[in-house]
């Protein structure tokens, strides 16, 4: 659910800022600022804006995955040995643990 803020007058505004701040944060609202009329910007609780994040993170992986796939390249393939080569680890070590 969102609600819209209009443009306040600048003695009312800091009240009514903290009083979105405090819905926003309770996870009641969304906020929607607007400056003449139109949106600028939203106040979400940060469940939300972490979900946003997450699916932007996705998003990104999936775009990542077309973009390797449509190259037609071959996935690379590792061995343990060649990481633990690669990172300056000895596999013997870990062995014994």
Do not use: N
Request: glycine residues 6%; hydrophobic residues 55%; charged residues 25%.
């Amino acid at each position: 659910m969102s609600i819209v803020i209009d443009p306040l007058p600048a003695e009312a505004a800091p009240a009514a800022f903290a009083d979105a701040i405090a819905l926003a944060e309770a996870g009641q609202q969304r906020i929607i600022l607007t400056r003449a009329g139109k949106p600028v910007m939203a106040l979400v609780p940060v469940a939300d804006l972490e979900a946003i994040e997450d699916a932007e993170d996705q998003a990104a992986a999936a775009q990542g995955l077309a973009e390797y796939e449509r190259s037609g390249q071959d996935w690379p393939v590792f061995t343990v040995e060649a990481l633990a080569t690669h990172w300056g680890i000895d596999p013997a070590d870990d062995a014994d643990a």
